[in-house]
């Protein structure tokens, strides 16, 4: 643990120094005033004891602790409380005829402020009023200190938190292939609140306590020095036992966070399977393997709290110590007159607030093993290198796109192989094959959602890694084969980043057959979609996808099955209406019907990641291979249905 325990935090907390520096002035004070409050005790019981053991009464000839000012030893004092005290006569103030009373003055400092109220009752109140203001002036200073430390905190929280999910939205979908959403979630709360945690309350109270012990201990200095050494004596252990349980602490909160986020992973799974886990009547199976991890996560937890519940209370057993030594010490001091009664209570005071820094720098280690490990992780995921965006931003894109000696494989496994293809601006070409073949593999190359492993992908003759991210996806419609809509209205998915000209989603709807739809819905495009709106069907969400990609009005519109869930004269009627939306753009048409891609201007056939045949759908029939027999299998299965 380095000396400053703010200095992984730094490069967050710099933007609000201020409020920082002002928070620990504010506490600064807020604890002078708690130190000065002993103090004040210390002259009130001084300046009363005085007067209940008048001087005069106390002091014999050759007496010498009373001839030195001290109390008086216990025989004295039991002589004095045998003798009625005559009731003392209502002197004007400043007359007092006591006057020797100076002697018995607090050692520290305070001028004998009975020589001003004149009574022992207008000294009460006066210190009492000094406390008061005291407490006042404290609550207004930590209010303002909290009020500080804590905006700062959360504006930190803030920070991180959208720094994490601003650079999350601009990794490459590979880092999303090897990361579970539940984990990155985690990391956007959990981690990110135990920082926001240690920053506000434990730093606040360990600083508290640190500025309690030095100026308590400052104090109890003045008051005695033997004894303040004396009570020290702890912290030795402390230190030792802090800097063991540390070392330990640390990677067992690790542990605690990724079970956590194994266990948030389950849940989130579950809560999006939650249509399967019911149909397949797997709820017991699901129940047991989230007990499981819930088992564990307690498991892991437990032996944190072990550690924390040993390490704890053994601060205050540390500190039950020092306050039986010096309960005993400076009582004997008392008794014997090396110390007034004011200056006993008042250090105690100070024992018992210099105790609970030692606990805290406990609570502080813990608290900022958590946070920083959380901030590693945290700034593990925003080390990940984004995906460039620069690049060139051309006047206007003509559509061309070219694959030239492309390969690519998810992790090992190879999933296109060499494959080269120009595909001309403003034509359709419709990619078939089996599952698996590589067709949505390849439409994920051109807006560079994926990398080629080898070869290059140019639109209009430039690489695609030469051109803006933002650019280049913004002459694209793409409708990948998986839907997602977001939980907002009809409009908004549609909108998402279009252009937002006044008609375009009417008449990108009407294209994609959605508005057939809309008519059923009372509330038309703002119909409220996902999870606190209505369900679609599975085509009425492809539909909406494809409004999306036609709402761009792109150069370059990529349909990977987008309409595998329409039924097939619906999808007829889209095409027709696609047509001439299709007909000044290049359009990449992954599809599975025959009757889909049978007029797109080139058919290509993939078949394990490599081109198996291409040409126009006469070409490919006449050609008898792959293609010919998909066809014919279609054509007979087409016949069966209207038989
Ligand atoms: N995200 C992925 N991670 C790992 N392998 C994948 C991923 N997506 C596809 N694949 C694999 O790559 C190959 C091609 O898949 P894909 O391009 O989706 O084919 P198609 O769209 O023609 O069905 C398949 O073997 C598939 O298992
Ligand atoms: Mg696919």
Same mark, same amino acid.
């Given at each position: 643990?380095?000396?400053?325990?703010?200095?992984?935090f730094?490069?967050?907390?710099?933007?609000?120094?201020?409020a920082?520096?002002?928070?620990?002035?504010?506490?600064?004070?807020?604890?002078?005033?708690?130190?000065?409050?002993?103090?004040?005790?210390k002259?009130?019981?001084?300046?009363?004891?005085?007067?209940?053991?008048?001087?005069p009464?106390?002091r014999?000839p050759?007496?010498?602790?009373?001839?030195?000012?001290?109390?008086?030893?216990?025989?004295?004092?039991?002589?004095?409380d045998?003798?009625?005290?005559?009731?003392?006569?209502?002197?004007?103030?400043?007359?007092?005829?006591?006057?020797?009373?100076?002697?018995?003055?607090?050692?520290?400092?305070?001028?004998?402020?009975?020589?001003?109220t004149?009574t022992?009752?207008g000294?009460?109140?006066f210190?009492?009023?000094?406390?008061?203001?005291l407490?006042v002036?404290?609550?207004?200073?930590?209010?303002?200190?909290?009020?500080?430390?804590?905006?700062?905190s959360?504006?930190?929280?803030r920070?991180?938190?959208?720094?994490?999910?601003?650079h999350?939205?601009?990794?490459?979908?590979?880092f999303?292939?090897?990361?579970?959403?539940?984990?990155?979630?985690?990391?956007?709360?959990?981690?990110?609140?135990?920082?926001? /945690?240690?920053?506000?309350?434990?730093?606040?109270?360990?600083?508290?306590?640190?500025l309690?012990?030095?100026?308590?201990l400052?104090?109890?200095?003045?008051l005695?020095?033997?004894?303040?050494?004396?009570?020290?004596?702890?912290?030795?252990?402390?230190?030792?036992?802090?800097?063991m349980?540390?070392?330990?602490i640390?990677?067992?909160?690790?542990?605690?966070q990724?079970?956590?986020?194994?266990?948030?992973?389950?849940?989130?799974?579950?809560?999006?399977?939650?249509?399967?886990?019911?149909?397949?009547?797997?709820?017991?199976?699901?129940?047991?393997r989230?007990t499981?991890?819930?088992?564990?996560?307690?498991a892991?937890n437990?032996?944190?709290v072990?550690?924390?519940?040993?390490?704890?209370?053994?601060?205050?057993?540390l500190?039950?110590?020092?306050?039986?030594?010096?309960?005993w010490?400076?009582?004997?001091?008392v008794l014997?007159?090396?110390?007034?009664?004011?200056?006993?209570?008042?250090f105690?005071?100070?024992?018992?607030?210099?105790?609970?820094?030692?606990?805290?720098?406990g /609570?502080?280690?813990?608290?900022h093993?958590r946070?920083?490990?959380?901030?590693?992780?945290?700034?593990?995921?925003?080390?990940?290198?984004?995906?460039?965006?620069?690049?060139?931003?051309?006047?206007?894109?003509?559509?061309?796109?070219?694959?030239?000696?492309?390969?690519?494989?998810y992790?090992?496994?190879?999933?296109?192989?060499?494959?080269?293809?120009?595909?001309?601006s403003?034509?359709?070409?419709a990619?078939?094959?089996?599952?698996?073949?590589?067709?949505s593999?390849l439409?994920?190359?051109?807006?560079?959602?994926?990398?080629?492993?080898r070869?290059?992908?140019?639109?209009?003759?430039k690489?695609?890694?030469?051109?803006s991210?933002?650019a280049?996806?913004?002459?694209m419609?793409?409708?990948p084969?998986?839907?997602?809509l977001?939980?907002?209205?009809? /409009?908004?998915?549609?909108a998402?980043?279009?252009?937002?000209q006044?008609?375009?989603?009417?008449?990108?709807?009407?294209?994609?057959g959605?508005t057939v739809?809309?008519?059923?819905?009372?509330?038309?495009?703002?119909?409220?979609?996902?999870?606190r709106?209505?369900?679609?069907?599975?085509?009425?969400?492809?539909?909406?996808?494809?409004?999306r990609?036609v709402?761009?009005?792109?150069?370059?519109?990529?349909?990977?099955?987008?309409?595998?869930?329409v039924?097939?004269?619906?999808?007829?009627?889209?095409?027709?209406?696609?047509?001439?939306?299709?007909a000044?753009?290049?359009?990449?048409?992954i599809?599975?019907?025959?009757?889909?891609?049978k007029?797109?201007?080139?058919?290509?056939?993939?078949?394990?990641?490599?081109?198996?045949?291409?040409?126009?759908?006469?070409?490919?029939?006449a050609?008898?291979?792959?293609y010919?027999?998909m066809?014919?299998?279609?054509?007979?299965?087409?016949?069966?249905?209207?038989l």
């Amino acid at each position: 643990m380095s000396l400053n325990p703010l200095a992984p935090f730094s490069r967050y907390l710099r933007p609000y120094r201020r409020a920082v520096v002002l928070g620990l002035v504010l506490l600064l004070v807020s604890q002078g005033i708690s130190t000065l409050i002993p103090m004040v005790l210390k002259w009130a019981i001084d300046t009363g004891t005085a007067e209940i053991n008048p001087l005069p009464d106390r002091r014999r000839p050759g007496d010498v602790a009373s001839e030195r000012g001290r109390l008086p030893s216990d025989r004295d004092r039991y002589r004095v409380d045998r003798e009625p005290r005559p009731p003392a006569p209502d002197f004007p103030a400043g007359t007092h005829p006591q006057d020797d009373r100076t002697l018995h003055a607090p050692r520290w400092g305070l001028p004998p402020w009975e020589t001003i109220t004149g009574t022992t009752t207008g000294d009460l109140a006066f210190y009492a009023l000094v406390v008061a203001l005291l407490a006042v002036l404290q609550w207004i200073v930590s209010f303002g200190m909290r009020w500080y430390l804590g905006a700062t905190s959360r504006h930190v929280e803030r920070d991180i938190r959208e720094a994490y999910v601003r650079h999350i939205v601009r990794l490459p979908l590979s880092f999303f292939q090897e990361r579970r959403v539940g984990d990155l979630m985690v990391l956007a709360t959990n981690d990110v609140e135990a920082i926001q /945690r240690f920053l506000y309350h434990a730093f606040r109270m360990t600083l508290t306590g640190l500025l309690a012990f030095v100026m308590s201990l400052a104090l109890m200095c003045t008051l005695d020095w033997k004894l303040a050494a004396l009570s020290l004596a702890p912290m030795p252990v402390m230190a030792v036992a802090t800097s063991m349980v540390a070392r330990r602490i640390r990677p067992g909160f690790r542990r605690v966070q990724e079970q956590f986020a194994t266990l948030s992973t389950c849940i989130h799974e579950n809560l999006m399977g939650v249509r399967v886990v019911k149909a397949f009547a797997s709820r017991v199976r699901e129940i047991g393997r989230f007990t499981d991890l819930n088992d564990q996560y307690v498991a892991r937890n437990r032996d944190l709290v072990h550690l924390r519940s040993i390490f704890f209370p053994s601060t205050f057993l540390l500190n039950g110590v020092s306050m039986v030594v010096i309960l005993w010490l400076g009582g004997l001091k008392v008794l014997e007159g090396d110390l007034t009664l004011g200056a006993f209570v008042a250090f105690n005071t100070y024992l018992l607030r210099i105790g609970r820094p030692m606990m805290m720098l406990g /609570r502080m280690v813990d608290e900022h093993q958590r946070a920083s490990a959380s901030l590693a992780r945290i700034e593990a995921v925003l080390a990940e290198p984004p995906q460039a965006s620069e690049g060139t931003v051309p006047e206007a894109f003509s559509g061309e796109i070219e694959f030239r000696d492309v390969s690519f494989s998810y992790e090992d496994q190879p999933a296109l192989q060499d494959i080269s293809l120009k595909i001309p601006s403003g034509s359709t070409v419709a990619f078939v094959g089996r599952v698996g073949s590589g067709k949505s593999t390849l439409a994920r190359l051109i807006p560079r959602l994926i990398h080629p492993d080898r070869g290059e992908v140019l639109i209009d003759g430039k690489p695609v890694e030469a051109l803006s991210l933002a650019a280049l996806r913004s002459m694209m419609g793409y409708v990948p084969q998986e839907t997602f809509l977001f939980s907002d209205t009809i /409009r908004e998915n549609v909108a998402l980043a279009a252009g937002g000209q006044n008609g375009t989603v009417e008449w990108a709807t009407e294209i994609s057959g959605l508005t057939v739809d809309l008519e059923q819905f009372p509330a038309g495009l703002e119909t409220k979609v996902g999870e606190r709106g209505v369900t679609l069907s599975g085509g009425q969400k492809q539909r909406t996808a494809l409004a999306r990609a036609v709402a761009r009005e792109p150069r370059i519109l990529i349909l990977d099955d987008a309409m595998s869930s329409v039924d097939t004269r619906t999808e007829e009627q889209i095409l027709s209406r696609l047509r001439d939306v299709m007909a000044s753009r290049t359009t990449i048409l992954i599809a599975h019907r025959i009757s889909t891609v049978k007029q797109a201007d080139l058919i290509v056939v993939l078949e394990d990641g490599r081109i198996a045949e291409q040409g126009t759908h006469q070409e490919l029939v006449a050609r008898g291979g792959i293609y010919a027999a998909m066809h014919r299998r279609q054509s007979l299965s087409e016949e069966l249905d209207t038989l």
